[in-house]
Every structure is written in structure tokens, then in C-alpha cells.
């Protein structure tokens, strides 16, 4: 796995990150590279493209989120996780995150508890569940709740609600800006921010779509 790709990769997108959170990044693509031959926990499987299209594509949504929530130590909700993209990104780059990742497949909450250990954060959990079961009022409830490659707008933000906090946001990670998906959200759910995305060493559209339920 190329250090020098992702350094230049961080650089492009402005993100100085100790040398230790970079061999952490590098060891989570190695752990995913191990048992994916074992989970299945993701299509790409040359390392390369790994490196592009799971490490610096959920690395390009960093500065987003800091800016989203000011860098404050908030709760987040990875939906959809799957090997842990974008959670496990944000839980070794943002530590004062807290990170969720939920997933309705038991062993790819079991490897993000794995990858949680392994790479010594504590601060980045596996929660085998379905989304739409998770209660705010039960676990506390979250600030930011994210996904990537996972659903419709509709069924993600519908899905979701029942976990967000009072004033909490969802970050939607998308590739083209979802026209038909933006047009069918209810009138509950308020799109106040799309923003476009340029992944370093990939030429292909991405955005994120930022909501929140009307009124909060
Ligand atoms: C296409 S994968 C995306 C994985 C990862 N976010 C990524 O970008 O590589 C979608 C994941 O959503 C999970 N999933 C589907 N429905 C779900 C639900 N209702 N609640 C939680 N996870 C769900 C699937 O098991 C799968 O791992």
C-alpha cells in the first residue's frame, strides 16, 4: 500500500495529519485487504483503487464534516458501514469523534470491532443492527449521521431519523448530484448544503448532500 499515494492524496486535500494517524489509514487497508478475501466486505480489491476509491474518496469528506460541526467532539452514525467506509476513516482522523458504524451484517460490525482494536481507537464502534431499529432515547442519539453508497435520500434520511439528536444533520455521501433523489424527499427533510467533491486521482463526480428534518 503506497505511503507516498497517500501522503500526496492528504496533501491535495489539505489535511496534515500526524505520522501516526497515516500508518493507521495504511493498516486499516491492509485489514481490509486481509479479510475481504474472508467477508466480503467490499467489490474493489486492487490496492490501488483502494487507495483512491475507498481511502482518499472518504478522506474527501473530512473537511466538510469539520467545518459542519465547528470541531466539536460529536457523536456520529455510519450507516451502511460495510469494511467501515467512511467511519473508520473519520474515527482515525478526527478523534475527538465519536464513531458508530451500524451494519445489518454481523460480521462487518464484527470486523470494524476488530479494526477498532487493532488499531487502538476507542473511539470507533461496530453495531450490528438494523438502522431503522436504533432510538435515539435508548442510545443517546446522534449529531451527525452519514453514509456512503448506501441508500436513496429517502430511505436513508426516513430510516435514520429515529436515531438523530435534537439538531443533528445527515451527510450524505453521493457520486452525481442525485436529481431524482433530491426531488423525492419529503417536505420533513430540508436540503440546506450540496457540496461538490473533488477526490485527488480520480476524475469522477462526487458530492455531499447536507439535510436536516425541518424545523431542526
Ligand atoms: C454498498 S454497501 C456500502 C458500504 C460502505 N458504506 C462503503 O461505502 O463501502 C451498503 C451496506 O449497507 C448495509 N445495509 C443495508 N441495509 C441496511 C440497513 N437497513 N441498516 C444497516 N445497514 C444496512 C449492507 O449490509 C451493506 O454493507
Not at 497515516?22 to 490501488?48: E, G
Not at 435515539?136 to 449521521?145: H, K, N, P, T, Y
Request: aromatic share 6%; proline share 5%.
Amino acid at each position: 500500500m503506497s505511503r507516498d499515494g497517500l501522503t500526496a492524496g492528504l496533501q491535495r486535500l489539505d489535511l496534515a495529519l500526524s505520522e501516526a494517524q497515516v500508518t493507521q489509514l495504511l493498516d486499516y487497508l491492509a485489514l481490509l485487504q486481509k479479510w475481504n478475501k474472508v467477508y466480503n466486505l467490499t467489490a474493489v480489491r486492487d490496492p490501488a483503487e483502494m487507495l483512491t476509491h475507498h481511502l482518499l474518496d472518504s478522506l474527501t469528506a473530512i473537511k466538510p464534516l469539520l467545518r459542519q460541526t465547528a470541531g466539536e467532539p460529536v457523536r456520529l452514525l455510519d450507516v451502511g458501514s460495510g469494511g467501515g467506509l467512511p467511519g473508520v476513516v473519520i474515527a482515525i482522523v478526527c478523534p475527538h469523534i465519536d464513531v458508530s458504524c451500524v451494519d445489518t451484517v454481523g460480521k462487518k460490525a464484527a470486523f470494524i470491532q476488530q479494526a477498532a482494536a487493532t488499531l487502538r481507537l476507542s473511539n470507533l464502534r461496530g453495531v450490528h443492527a438494523r438502522v431503522e431499529t436504533l432510538k435515539a432515547e435508548q442510545g443517546g442519539g446522534f449529531d451527525v449521521v452519514c453514509s456512503r453508497a448506501f441508500a436513496s435520500l429517502v430511505d436513508f434520511t426516513s430510516w435514520s431519523q429515529a436515531a438523530l439528536k435534537p439538531g443533528a444533520v445527515w451527510m450524505a455521501m453521493k457520486g452525481r448530484h442525485p436529481v431524482d433523489e433530491l426531488a423525492a424527499l419529503p417536505g420533513g427533510v430540508e436540503v440546506f448544503h450540496v457540496e461538490q467533491l473533488q477526490v485527488p486521482g480520480l476524475d469522477a463526480e462526487r458530492c455531499i448532500i447536507w439535510m436536516r428534518p425541518q424545523g431542526g
